[in-house]
């Protein structure tokens, strides 16, 4: 079993360095490892949960030290990434260019709606989540990036299940499905608190069982991810995620399968 979305201590909301995650997966016999901590971003934008500019080098020698230190276990070089146009020469030109990294994860953390930049967690009014399915759309289409990680996070603020969730999802997965681009179900939302719909029902904010369901039937591939934040959970959740694709046959993919 491999990992390939891992957070570090530098993106202030996580624990352990590159050294940790490498030594729990020689333990628990992976042969791929993923270091994907948030990326520093040129303008230093959002910097509350992700490591600055300045901490870039650092992070990049401490997977190299950990790659010389463990020549068993093959370490990929990656970052998880929000997208906006100006950033793209960033990306292109000094993360994917000058320092040879090996994957761009997408993700989005934080979305434009009429003027505004807001978090996930505010797509809570059908206008927002219209504005939250178009900035996914377009993340997808950048062809920047390797997979999207939880392309369902909107569940995080849109707490009920309808017509307005359903058209959401329609949009990421047809965007997706152009472009073959796999997404993430995610280990990290099966172990966040559950949070309470309009009828008072528990569900969890994400995976949401609805999304994989309209997924199921398309040509969209899975990649089943723990979203660690601390190195006991390099894998957790991932059987479980597992377990949710096949719920609903959808394939799961490992991308840097050899």
């Given at each position: 079993m491999n990992n390939y979305h891992t957070h570090t201590k530098r993106c202030q909301h996580a624990e352990g360095s590159v050294m940790d995650y490498a030594l729990q997966a020689k333990k628990e016999k992976s042969s791929v490892l993923?270091?994907?901590?948030?990326?520093?971003l040129p303008d230093g934008r959002w910097p509350h949960m992700r490591m600055a500019?300045?901490?870039?080098?650092?992070?990049?020698?401490?997977?190299?030290?950990?790659?010389?230190?463990?020549?068993?276990?093959?370490?990929?070089?990656?970052?998880?990434?929000?997208w906006s146009p100006e950033y793209i020469g960033f990306y292109q030109e000094e993360l994917l260019g000058k320092h040879s990294f090996d994957y761009l994860i997408g993700a989005v953390h934080w979305f434009p709606h009429h003027g505004e930049w807001l978090y996930i967690g505010d797509a809570d009014t059908p206008p927002r989540l219209v504005s939250y399915a178009r900035h996914m759309a377009k993340t997808i289409e950048s062809g920047l990036f390797t997979f999207i990680a939880h392309p369902d996070g909107f569940g995080l603020?849109?707490?009920?299940?309808?017509?307005n969730a359903r058209a959401c999802s329609l949009d990421i997965i047809a965007s997706a499905e152009a472009c073959a681009l796999p997404l993430e179900i995610n280990?990290?939302?099966?172990?966040?608190?559950?949070?309470?719909?309009?009828?008072?029902?528990?569900?969890?904010?994400?995976?949401?069982?609805?999304?994989?369901?309209?997924?199921?039937?398309?040509?969209?591939?899975?990649?089943?991810?723990?979203?660690?934040?601390?190195?006991?959970?390099?894998?957790?959740?991932?059987?479980?995620?597992?377990?949710l694709a096949e719920e609903f046959s959808v394939p799961v993919i490992d991308p840097f399968e050899r």
């Open positions: 993923g270091m994907s901590d948030h990326t520093p500019l300045s901490e870039l080098e650092e992070y990049i020698a401490e997977i190299e030290a950990a790659a010389e230190a463990l020549p068993e276990l093959r370490i990929l070089k990656g970052v998880e990434c929000e603020g849109y707490n009920q299940w309808d017509e280990g990290y939302g099966l172990r966040k608190k559950k949070v309470t719909s309009p009828t008072g029902a528990l569900r969890r904010p994400y995976p949401l069982d609805e999304f994989w369901q309209l997924a199921s039937g398309t040509k969209i591939q899975a990649v089943c991810n723990s979203d660690a934040h601390k190195p006991s959970d390099l894998f957790s959740s991932v059987d479980q995620a597992r377990a």
